[in-house]
């Protein structure tokens, strides 16, 4: 039959609070970071057309855990705990902090990260934070500049442009995205299905 997939098929398999309670490493692994209010969750919803899949809630900042899920490209989705705006004690957001900085920095087989940005605030300090992290080591990054729909086409596509040439580098790739209406999501979908696929022997 085959076909370009039209949403990766996915299915929880764990938490972790840290690293050395994550699964074992022996798949491609691809982490979703953004911001608590960025859309996360409901970027990796509309991905998988899926919209129980991840816990999403009108107060950012429910994932508190680095959530595992198997796809049907043999490799891993992994979302990780939403920066900014969570209500909890800092001591308690300072650990999770630590833990995705360390599943970053030591997870041997995450290959890539898909950077959630709310479109209409582009590189907050998070984001930024993220993308320098990003250029010290060999990973790539994909960037979703989410909530496209909340723009007209020319201030989105104006957005795009400069967000492109911020991150001129094969490192880095962008493009539009709507986790509403689902504009982007055929190039989100390839783009991953191409890193989750694990590589042949």
Not at 17 to 37: D, F, H, M, Q, W
Not at 48 to 77: D, I, V
Not at 87 to 115: F, G, H, M, P, T
Request: charged share 20%; hydrophobic share 40%; proline share 6%.
């Amino acid at each position: 039959m085959g076909g370009r997939p039209d949403r990766i098929v996915a299915h929880f398999l764990t938490s972790a609070p840290t690293l050395k309670e994550c699964p074992p490493p022996v798949v491609p692994e691809v982490a979703i970071a953004g911001r608590s209010n960025s859309g996360k969750s409901s970027v990796l919803n509309q991905l998988t057309r899926n919209h129980h899949l991840a816990r999403t809630s009108k107060t950012p900042g429910r994932t508190q855990l680095l959530n595992f899920f198997e796809t049907n490209e043999g490799g891993r989705l992994v979302d990780l705990p939403g920066y900014g705006y969570a209500r909890v004690a800092k001591s308690q957001k300072r650990i999770w902090e630590d833990n995705v900085e360390e599943y970053l920095a030591r997870r041997e087989n995450l290959i890539a990260i898909v950077l959630v940005m709310d479109i209409r605030h582009l590189f907050e300090p998070f984001d930024v934070m993220m993308i320098n992290w990003i250029r010290q080591t060999q990973l790539s990054m994909h960037v979703l500049l989410n909530k496209a729909d909340k723009l007209r086409h020319g201030a989105a596509t104006s957005a795009l442009r400069s967000a492109q040439q911020r991150l001129a580098s094969p490192q880095f790739s962008l493009q539009l995205f709507s986790a509403l209406t689902g504009v982007g999501r055929d190039e989100a979908i390839e783009k991953l299905s191409a890193w989750l696929t694990p590589p042949t022997s």
